[in-house]
T-cell receptor, first 110, second 112 residues
Protein backbone atom coordinates (compact mmCIF):
# COMPACT_ATOMS: atom_id res chain seq x y z
CA UNK A 1 0.00 0.00 0.00
CA UNK A 2 0.88 3.66 0.06
CA UNK A 3 1.84 5.35 3.30
CA UNK A 4 3.37 8.66 4.31
CA UNK A 5 4.48 9.40 7.84
CA UNK A 6 5.51 12.81 9.14
CA UNK A 7 5.15 14.41 12.58
CA UNK A 8 1.86 16.20 13.15
CA UNK A 9 3.25 19.22 14.95
CA UNK A 10 6.60 20.81 15.71
CA UNK A 11 7.64 23.91 17.59
CA UNK A 12 10.84 25.88 17.18
CA UNK A 13 12.33 29.23 18.09
CA UNK A 14 13.02 32.12 15.76
CA UNK A 15 16.60 31.93 14.45
CA UNK A 16 16.94 28.21 15.15
CA UNK A 17 17.19 25.21 12.82
CA UNK A 18 14.45 22.61 12.47
CA UNK A 19 14.34 19.29 10.60
CA UNK A 20 11.03 17.84 9.45
CA UNK A 21 11.22 14.14 8.67
CA UNK A 22 9.13 12.14 6.25
CA UNK A 23 9.11 8.40 5.67
CA UNK A 24 7.17 6.87 2.84
CA UNK A 25 6.12 3.60 1.30
CA UNK A 26 4.85 3.71 -2.26
CA UNK A 27 4.33 1.19 -5.03
CA UNK A 28 6.40 3.28 -7.39
CA UNK A 29 8.73 6.23 -6.99
CA UNK A 30 10.04 8.98 -9.23
CA UNK A 31 10.92 11.63 -6.70
CA UNK A 32 9.65 13.52 -3.69
CA UNK A 33 8.12 16.97 -3.37
CA UNK A 34 7.97 19.28 -0.37
CA UNK A 35 5.32 21.97 -0.25
CA UNK A 36 4.61 24.76 2.22
CA UNK A 37 1.06 25.72 3.10
CA UNK A 38 0.15 28.72 5.25
CA UNK A 39 -3.19 28.58 7.01
CA UNK A 40 -6.03 29.34 4.66
CA UNK A 41 -3.78 29.46 1.62
CA UNK A 42 -2.75 27.18 -1.23
CA UNK A 43 0.29 24.88 -1.06
CA UNK A 44 3.40 26.34 -2.66
CA UNK A 45 6.35 24.38 -4.04
CA UNK A 46 9.55 24.19 -2.03
CA UNK A 47 11.64 21.37 -3.50
CA UNK A 48 11.73 18.24 -5.62
CA UNK A 49 14.34 15.53 -4.97
CA UNK A 50 14.98 12.78 -7.47
CA UNK A 51 18.48 11.62 -6.53
CA UNK A 52 19.84 10.69 -3.12
CA UNK A 53 21.49 13.46 -1.18
CA UNK A 54 20.99 16.97 0.05
CA UNK A 55 19.82 19.84 -2.11
CA UNK A 56 20.16 23.32 -0.72
CA UNK A 57 18.06 26.29 -1.70
CA UNK A 58 18.65 29.33 0.45
CA UNK A 59 17.48 28.77 4.02
CA UNK A 60 15.71 25.55 3.02
CA UNK A 61 17.36 22.23 2.19
CA UNK A 62 15.84 18.87 1.35
CA UNK A 63 17.37 15.42 1.70
CA UNK A 64 16.38 12.14 0.11
CA UNK A 65 17.35 8.52 0.66
CA UNK A 66 15.54 6.35 -1.86
CA UNK A 67 16.76 3.08 -0.36
CA UNK A 68 15.44 4.02 3.07
CA UNK A 69 12.21 5.66 1.91
CA UNK A 70 13.19 8.73 3.87
CA UNK A 71 13.35 12.45 3.32
CA UNK A 72 13.73 15.52 5.46
CA UNK A 73 13.27 19.24 5.07
CA UNK A 74 15.79 21.41 6.90
CA UNK A 75 14.87 24.99 7.69
CA UNK A 76 17.64 27.30 8.91
CA UNK A 77 17.53 30.75 10.51
CA UNK A 78 13.85 30.32 11.23
CA UNK A 79 11.58 33.31 10.81
CA UNK A 80 8.09 33.87 12.13
CA UNK A 81 6.75 33.67 8.57
CA UNK A 82 7.96 30.06 8.39
CA UNK A 83 5.06 29.08 10.65
CA UNK A 84 3.06 26.90 8.29
CA UNK A 85 2.24 23.33 7.40
CA UNK A 86 4.91 21.39 5.47
CA UNK A 87 3.68 18.66 3.16
CA UNK A 88 5.72 15.69 2.02
CA UNK A 89 4.53 14.21 -1.29
CA UNK A 90 6.24 11.30 -3.04
CA UNK A 91 5.64 11.04 -6.77
CA UNK A 92 4.39 7.49 -6.83
CA UNK A 93 5.10 6.93 -10.48
CA UNK A 94 2.22 6.34 -12.79
CA UNK A 95 0.61 9.46 -14.14
CA UNK A 96 2.43 11.79 -11.75
CA UNK A 97 0.18 10.71 -8.91
CA UNK A 98 1.47 12.40 -5.79
CA UNK A 99 0.73 10.74 -2.47
CA UNK A 100 0.35 13.46 0.14
CA UNK A 101 1.11 13.27 3.83
CA UNK A 102 -1.14 15.09 6.29
CA UNK A 103 1.58 17.65 6.81
CA UNK A 104 3.64 18.88 9.72
CA UNK A 105 2.36 22.04 11.38
CA UNK A 106 5.38 24.12 12.38
CA UNK A 107 5.01 26.91 14.91
CA UNK A 108 7.90 29.36 15.15
CA UNK A 109 7.96 31.25 18.43
CA UNK A 110 9.84 34.48 19.18
CA UNK B 1 0.74 35.37 -15.44
CA UNK B 2 -2.07 35.55 -12.88
CA UNK B 3 -1.51 31.99 -11.77
CA UNK B 4 -4.18 29.33 -11.47
CA UNK B 5 -7.56 30.97 -11.07
CA UNK B 6 -10.42 29.26 -9.30
CA UNK B 7 -13.99 30.36 -8.79
CA UNK B 8 -15.88 30.77 -6.63
CA UNK B 9 -13.61 31.26 -3.61
CA UNK B 10 -16.39 30.31 -1.24
CA UNK B 11 -19.58 28.35 -1.85
CA UNK B 12 -22.33 27.55 0.62
CA UNK B 13 -25.09 25.32 -0.67
CA UNK B 14 -27.85 23.13 0.60
CA UNK B 15 -27.66 19.37 0.53
CA UNK B 16 -28.94 17.98 -2.73
CA UNK B 17 -28.00 21.00 -4.81
CA UNK B 18 -25.61 20.90 -7.75
CA UNK B 19 -22.24 22.58 -7.27
CA UNK B 20 -19.86 23.57 -10.07
CA UNK B 21 -16.30 24.61 -9.36
CA UNK B 22 -14.24 26.29 -12.05
CA UNK B 23 -10.55 26.46 -12.84
CA UNK B 24 -8.37 28.33 -15.31
CA UNK B 25 -4.88 26.82 -15.41
CA UNK B 26 -1.67 28.69 -16.15
CA UNK B 27 -1.27 29.22 -19.86
CA UNK B 28 1.07 26.68 -21.43
CA UNK B 29 0.68 24.07 -18.71
CA UNK B 30 -0.41 20.67 -20.01
CA UNK B 31 -1.32 19.02 -16.71
CA UNK B 32 -4.29 19.86 -14.51
CA UNK B 33 -5.16 18.39 -11.14
CA UNK B 34 -8.23 18.61 -8.92
CA UNK B 35 -7.59 18.04 -5.22
CA UNK B 36 -9.78 17.98 -2.13
CA UNK B 37 -8.37 18.91 1.28
CA UNK B 38 -9.86 18.16 4.69
CA UNK B 39 -8.34 18.13 8.15
CA UNK B 40 -8.90 14.42 8.54
CA UNK B 41 -7.70 13.19 5.16
CA UNK B 42 -5.33 15.91 4.02
CA UNK B 43 -4.87 16.49 0.30
CA UNK B 44 -6.48 13.90 -1.95
CA UNK B 45 -6.07 13.80 -5.72
CA UNK B 46 -9.48 13.54 -7.34
CA UNK B 47 -8.58 13.60 -11.03
CA UNK B 48 -5.62 14.37 -13.29
CA UNK B 49 -5.83 15.66 -16.87
CA UNK B 50 -2.99 15.69 -19.35
CA UNK B 51 -3.46 17.64 -22.58
CA UNK B 52 -7.16 17.97 -21.68
CA UNK B 53 -7.62 14.20 -21.44
CA UNK B 54 -8.54 12.56 -18.09
CA UNK B 55 -5.66 10.24 -17.24
CA UNK B 56 -6.46 9.14 -13.70
CA UNK B 57 -9.85 9.59 -12.06
CA UNK B 58 -9.45 6.86 -9.48
CA UNK B 59 -9.68 9.45 -6.71
CA UNK B 60 -13.15 10.63 -7.65
CA UNK B 61 -15.25 9.57 -4.66
CA UNK B 62 -18.33 8.38 -6.48
CA UNK B 63 -20.65 9.00 -9.38
CA UNK B 64 -21.85 12.23 -7.85
CA UNK B 65 -18.52 13.78 -8.86
CA UNK B 66 -17.61 14.58 -12.45
CA UNK B 67 -14.90 16.68 -14.06
CA UNK B 68 -14.43 18.07 -17.53
CA UNK B 69 -11.71 19.90 -19.40
CA UNK B 70 -13.21 21.08 -22.69
CA UNK B 71 -10.08 23.04 -23.64
CA UNK B 72 -6.60 23.87 -22.39
CA UNK B 73 -7.74 26.94 -20.48
CA UNK B 74 -10.74 25.73 -18.54
CA UNK B 75 -11.88 22.89 -16.31
CA UNK B 76 -14.88 22.21 -14.11
CA UNK B 77 -15.57 19.93 -11.19
CA UNK B 78 -19.23 19.20 -10.60
CA UNK B 79 -20.93 17.60 -7.60
CA UNK B 80 -24.52 16.51 -8.09
CA UNK B 81 -26.20 16.05 -5.70
CA UNK B 82 -24.03 17.57 -3.00
CA UNK B 83 -23.87 16.13 0.52
CA UNK B 84 -22.57 17.59 3.82
CA UNK B 85 -19.58 15.21 3.72
CA UNK B 86 -18.43 16.95 0.54
CA UNK B 87 -17.58 20.04 2.57
CA UNK B 88 -13.88 20.70 2.03
CA UNK B 89 -11.45 22.98 0.25
CA UNK B 90 -11.12 22.05 -3.41
CA UNK B 91 -7.88 22.98 -5.13
CA UNK B 92 -7.06 23.06 -8.80
CA UNK B 93 -3.40 22.88 -9.78
CA UNK B 94 -1.57 22.96 -13.10
CA UNK B 95 1.90 21.98 -14.21
CA UNK B 96 4.19 21.32 -17.15
CA UNK B 97 5.88 17.96 -17.57
CA UNK B 98 7.50 16.68 -14.40
CA UNK B 99 7.91 20.06 -12.77
CA UNK B 100 6.08 21.22 -9.71
CA UNK B 101 2.36 21.91 -9.74
CA UNK B 102 1.07 25.41 -9.09
CA UNK B 103 -2.05 25.59 -6.97
CA UNK B 104 -4.98 27.95 -7.20
CA UNK B 105 -6.30 29.63 -4.07
CA UNK B 106 -8.98 26.99 -3.67
CA UNK B 107 -12.75 26.92 -3.28
CA UNK B 108 -14.05 26.46 0.25
CA UNK B 109 -17.25 24.44 -0.11
CA UNK B 110 -19.77 24.14 2.68
CA UNK B 111 -22.79 21.91 2.19
CA UNK B 112 -25.46 22.37 4.84
Amino acid sequence: GQNIDQPTEMTATEGAIVQINCTYQTSGFNGLFWYQQHAGEAPTFLSYNVLDGLEEKGRFSSFLSRSKGYSYLLLKELQMKDSASYLCAPDAGNNRKLIWGLGTSLAVNP
Amino acid sequence: DAGVIQSPRHEVTEMGQEVTLRCKPISGHNSLFWYRQTMMRGLELLIYFNNNVPIDDSGMPEDRFSAKMPNASFSTLKIQPSEPRDSAVYFCASGQGVTEAFFGQGTRLTVV
